[in-house]
């Protein structure tokens, strides 16, 4: 009885160290073929995306000038079909934002594209 038990568990431990990592099911399944990540490696980081537009005449002197204090966020972040963030540059009046510009910066590059 005992070596049927340390065979089993032998066994089980075997097919576990064999067998690939588990795959969140529900996750795979959710995404379109074109909304499925790449590789962040590709895209410019957050942080950089936001700098390009901070560093922009337009929001320097915005944020110089506005009375209230400003805002830079990212409104969207890439995918493979729409590579690129938008970010905003608002002015934060604490019960709401004012927006003064969107701007859409690719996410491959780091260009301002339009805004």
């Not at 996750?27 to 895209?43: K, L």
């Not at 942080?47 to 390009?52: G, H, K, L, Q």
Request: positive net charge.
């Amino acid at each position: 009885m005992r070596l049927k038990r340390k065979v089993l568990i032998i066994w089980l431990i075997s097919i576990l160290a064999l067998l690939p990592g588990c795959t969140n099911i529900r996750e795979v399944e959710t995404w379109g073929s074109s909304e499925q990540p790449i590789a962040r490696a590709q895209f410019i980081g957050k942080n950089e995306a936001i700098r390009v537009v901070e560093s922009t005449q337009e929001v320097a002197w915005f944020k110089r000038t506005a009375p209230y204090p400003c805002l830079i966020r990212i409104v969207q972040y890439p995918t493979a079909k729409d590579p690129v963030y938008i970010i905003e540059a608002a002015e934060d009046q604490r019960d709401h934002l004012v927006v003064f510009q969107r701007y859409r910066v690719d996410a491959y590059t780091g260009r301002i594209l339009e805004y």
